[in-house]
């Protein structure tokens, strides 16, 4: 099966300008998670989707960020206008299951630079 | 609120060398600890994972337990490989929450021929 698809890879904006991050879920995953990597600090989780409906957003840094999942496939985030601690690894994730534990599957990562 | 502590890298080792990372955690309840790792060019895959008290997880040669007493978590392995190499991380799920994991800050790993 193919895995969690993140797109683009690498990224590099000015500062004040729009990023749009995409995450494609291993097919059938109702869970998606965006996390991310700041340089030199911890892996912070942002948000969760449930299909298409935000389970758990406590983890947004604030209003210049929005996730979507339109249709409970992919999902975007979008960083409008990005700031310079934007900069870090956006990572998404999947997996299938409610209820019981189910491992995360996580891809590969965008790496944001704002300049 | 809910933390992990791992130990700062880079470490380096030669191959077949014995391998311990150590992980610490603040949890309010009882939480579930995991291993991840991050090979080059790679996501995030789970190593091995915990849930209870005194629970051994175990995969790839790797270990850790879960010891509550000293709330650790420390990964080892007896003899590393370069395909070792990588970035590992400690975490924690938060409030059972189920993806809601918090993470320390990573430790990378390089194994020497």
């Known amino acids: 099966e193919a895995g969690v698809t993140q797109f683009p890879s690498h990224s590099v904006i000015e500062k004040g300008q729009t990023v749009t991050l995409r995450c494609d879920p291993i097919?059938?995953?109702?869970?998606l998670y965006w996390y991310r990597r700041v340089m030199g600090k911890e892996i912070k989780f942002l948000l969760h989707?449930?299909?298409?409906?935000?389970?758990?957003e406590s983890g947004m840094p604030n209003n210049r960020f929005l996730a979507e999942r339109t249709g409970g496939t992919y999902s975007t985030l979008k960083v409008q206008p990005a700031e310079l601690e934007d900069s870090g690894v956006y990572f998404c994730?999947?997996?299938?299951?409610?209820?019981?534990?189910?491992?995360?599957?996580f891809g590969n990562g965008t790496r944001l630079t704002v300049t | 609120g809910d933390s992990v502590t791992q130990m700062e890298g880079p470490v380096t080792l030669s191959e077949e060398a014995f391998l311990t990372i150590n992980c610490t955690y603040t949890?309010?309840?009882?939480?579930?600890l995991f291993w991840y790792v991050q090979y080059p060019g790679e996501g995030l895959q789970l190593l091995l994972k915990?849930?209870?008290?005194?629970d051994k997880g175990s995969n790839k040669g790797f270990e850790a337990t879960y010891r509550k007493e000293t709330t650790s978590f420390h990964l080892e392995k007896g003899s590393v490989q370069v395909s070792d190499s990588a970035v590992y991380f400690c975490?924690?799920?938060?409030?059972?929450?189920?993806?809601?994991?918090?993470f320390g800050k990573g430790t990378k790993l390089s194994v020497k021929p």
């Open positions: 989707f449930v299909k298409e409906s935000k389970q758990d």
């Open positions: 915990a849930t209870k008290a005194d």
């Open positions: 097919s059938g995953h109702d869970n």
């Open positions: 994730a999947s997996s299938p299951l409610q209820g019981a534990y189910s491992p995360l599957h």
């Open positions: 949890a309010t309840g009882y939480p579930s």
């Open positions: 975490a924690l799920d938060y409030g059972g929450s189920q993806g809601n994991l918090i």
